[in-house]
């Protein structure tokens, strides 16, 4: 039975930190669409929900064009590439052209709430959380604790994630 899957993630400066955000996109966001399309291959997945944010959400999407897998953008806040480097705003740019269906979840700059209804919206659509988390409190902690609340299942990706990173480790999986 195919799935509609949904993503989250640490923020990338927690998931590589001292790492500019430059740097996170030319060096980690190949390696981690490599990584996303390698767990889309593990499910029949007939959806992806995805935020477009930076890291692994923005891999997960570029991940499902080269798989062809349809994804639908949930942006949480028009004002979310504001502070990104022209190449991540191009790139978002066009994943989301590319997106099946654009959902903006809310007007204006960043605040929590909104993240966290897109959080709600995103969840009462998938059938499974795929989450890069690495066990910091915080909002992706929070959005993990509402998926396992409501009974969807979280795939823990953050230990499978240092092993594939690392070259040696990944001809092993």
Request: hydrophobic residues 40%; glycine residues 4%; proline residues 6%.
């Given at each position: 039975m195919s799935i509609?899957?949904?993503?989250?993630?640490n923020r990338p400066?927690?998931?590589?930190?001292?790492?500019p955000f430059d740097r996170i996109f030319h060096e980690m966001h190949p390696k981690l669409g490599d990584f996303a399309?390698?767990?889309?291959?593990k499910h029949d997945?007939?959806?992806?929900?995805?935020?477009?944010?930076?890291?692994?959400?923005m891999a997960v999407a570029g991940a499902c064009e080269a798989l062809e897998i349809p994804y639908r953008a949930a942006?949480?806040?028009?004002e979310q590439s504001r502070y990104w480097s022209q190449e991540a705003v191009n790139e978002y740019g066009r994943m989301l052209q590319n997106a099946d269906k654009k959902f903006l979840i809310s007007r204006g700059e960043y605040t929590e709430e909104k993240v966290e209804h897109?959080?709600?919206f995103i969840l009462k659509r998938c059938d499974r959380l795929l989450a890069l988390y690495t066990g910091t409190p915080g909002r992706t902690e929070k959005f993990v604790n509402e998926a396992e609340k409501a009974k969807k299942p979280v795939?823990?990706?953050?230990?499978?994630w240092l092993e594939y990173r690392d070259p040696a480790k990944r001809s092993l999986m």
């Amino acid at each position: 039975m195919s799935i509609i899957i949904a993503v989250t993630a640490n923020r990338p400066k927690n998931l590589f930190p001292g790492m500019p955000f430059d740097r996170i996109f030319h060096e980690m966001h190949p390696k981690l669409g490599d990584f996303a399309a390698f767990i889309l291959r593990k499910h029949d997945v007939r959806m992806v929900y995805t935020t477009l944010d930076l890291g692994f959400p923005m891999a997960v999407a570029g991940a499902c064009e080269a798989l062809e897998i349809p994804y639908r953008a949930a942006i949480p806040y028009s004002e979310q590439s504001r502070y990104w480097s022209q190449e991540a705003v191009n790139e978002y740019g066009r994943m989301l052209q590319n997106a099946d269906k654009k959902f903006l979840i809310s007007r204006g700059e960043y605040t929590e709430e909104k993240v966290e209804h897109c959080n709600d919206f995103i969840l009462k659509r998938c059938d499974r959380l795929l989450a890069l988390y690495t066990g910091t409190p915080g909002r992706t902690e929070k959005f993990v604790n509402e998926a396992e609340k409501a009974k969807k299942p979280v795939d823990y990706l953050w230990p499978m994630w240092l092993e594939y990173r690392d070259p040696a480790k990944r001809s092993l999986m």
